[in-house]
């Protein structure tokens, strides 16, 4: 069964509003989690990871104003787009590790209108 | 950091041939490397891994070689099926727990 669980799983808003989506480890404690965003027909590409207890890093050329991280608890990272635009319309997805295993959520698709 | 390259980006078989996905990695001390299969609107799930003290790992019709010297490893898929239609992402390691992902290739298995 699935170990990473991702909410909302889809999300339709209207640019300039903010888009919250949580991943939750379950059954396991996760200090660290990585958030990825997958544009159509595209490979995952890494945005940032979240830290339990500290500020979260972000990957070259993504805006860490835009994409706020809070690692909230050992079992709980969310993402929130802020002031959505439809250029980042795609697939967000969360992953945490368990072992050398990454566990990924089941993605959430946002479409920004 | 880590680079990884993927070839093919599609690839087209008939059912029950094989089917060769290969990557190339960058970082000589890489020692972890992943294949996640995704299917259309889903989440990428881990098939197979192996790490850098073996040269070949098997799981029933799915086989990954691991070449050090050349910095490459393959996806071997055997007597494929429709159901292994989905796109293949091979990873690597570039920092701890984090994985860089190949460009994908979209297997199409017809029957």
């Known amino acids: 069964g699935a170990v990473v669980s991702q909410h909302p799983s889809r999300v339709i808003c209207k640019s300039g509003t903010s888009v919250k989506i949580e991943c939750r480890s379950l059954?396991?404690?996760?200090?660290?989690m990585f958030w990825y965003r997958q544009f159509p027909k595209q490979s995952l590409m890494l945005m940032a990871t979240?830290?339990?207890?500290?500020?979260?890093?972000?990957e070259q050329g993504v805006e860490k104003d835009k994409f706020l991280i809070n690692h909230a608890s050992l079992t709980l990272s969310t993402l929130t787009v802020t002031s959505a635009h439809p250029e980042d319309s795609c697939f967000y997805i969360c992953?945490?590790?368990?072992?050398?295993?990454?566990?990924f959520g089941n993605g959430t698709r946002l479409t920004v209108t | 950091g880590e680079n990884v390259e993927q070839h093919p980006s599609t690839l087209s078989v008939q059912e029950g041939d094989s089917a060769v996905i290969k990557c190339t990695y960058s970082?000589?001390?890489?020692?972890?490397f992943p294949w996640y299969k995704q299917e259309l609107g889903k989440r990428p799930q881990l098939i197979i891994d192996?790490?850098?003290?073996?040269g070949e790992k098997k799981d029933q019709r799915i086989a990954v070689t691991l070449n050090k010297t050349a910095k490459h490893f393959s996806l071997h898929i055997t007597e494929t099926q429709p159901e292994d239609s989905a796109v293949y992402f091979c990873?690597?390691?570039?920092?701890?727990?984090?994985?860089?992902f190949g460009t994908g290739t979209r297997l199409l298995v017809s029957p």
């Open positions: 992953s945490a590790p368990r072992g050398r295993t990454l566990h």
């Open positions: 970082d000589s001390a890489s020692n972890y």
């Open positions: 059954d396991f404690q996760a200090t660290t």
């Open positions: 990873a690597a390691p570039t920092g701890f727990q984090k994985l860089v």
């Open positions: 192996i790490r850098s003290n073996v």
């Open positions: 979240s830290n339990e207890g500290s500020k979260a890093t972000y």
